[in-house]
């Protein structure tokens, strides 16, 4: 969550901040669906060469700048039949987390519930996550 809201705020996406939280956790979490498929030592590879590239995307001023090292290490994620597939479910469960507490920060800091959210200062999980998924009408 810390990466993801950092980097959105650094370069005013929410997709660059989504692959920055994503390879930074992947650099430093082996990727349990690949290590069950395929064994720890290639889950542990999988990491070391995700490090060098969430680094150089942490220090990026302009992340697309890096484009084409990220379309390559996907390739050859995919040419390997690797798919870090647990790190992805973890990263969607930290923007998720993150959009509740940025929802639950304006009510506080607004002084009530924001349109769309009703009430989450209650905190009841299932509702809250009802108002959070279902639309508008």
């Known amino acids: 969550v810390p990466v993801a809201r950092e980097r959105r705020v650094r370069w005013g996406s929410d997709e660059w901040a989504a692959v920055a939280a994503y390879l ?3 650099a430093r979490i082996p990727d349990t669906l690949i290590a069950r498929k395929f064994g720890l030592p290639a889950a542990q590879q ?3 060469e995700a490090a060098p590239l969430a680094q150089a995307l942490a220090q990026a001023q302009k ?3 890096l484009s084409r090292q990220m379309l390559e290490f996907d390739s050859r994620l995919k040419q390997a039949g690797l798919n870090p597939g647990a790190t992805a479910d973890l990263t969607v469960a930290s ?3 993150l959009r ?3 929802i639950l ?3 506080v800091t607004d002084g009530g519930p924001i349109p ?3 009430g989450l200062s209650s905190w009841d999980g299932s509702r ?3 108002q959070l998924t279902e639309k508008e009408t």
């Open 95 to 97: 923007l998720l987390a």
């Open 105 to 107: 920060e304006a009510e």
């Open 63 to 65: 992340p697309e700048h």
């Open 128 to 130: 809250a996550f009802s």
């Open 46 to 48: 999988v990491s070391r």
């Open 100 to 102: 509740v507490e940025e």
């Open 116 to 118: 769309g959210a009703r």
């Open 24 to 26: 930074e956790l992947l």
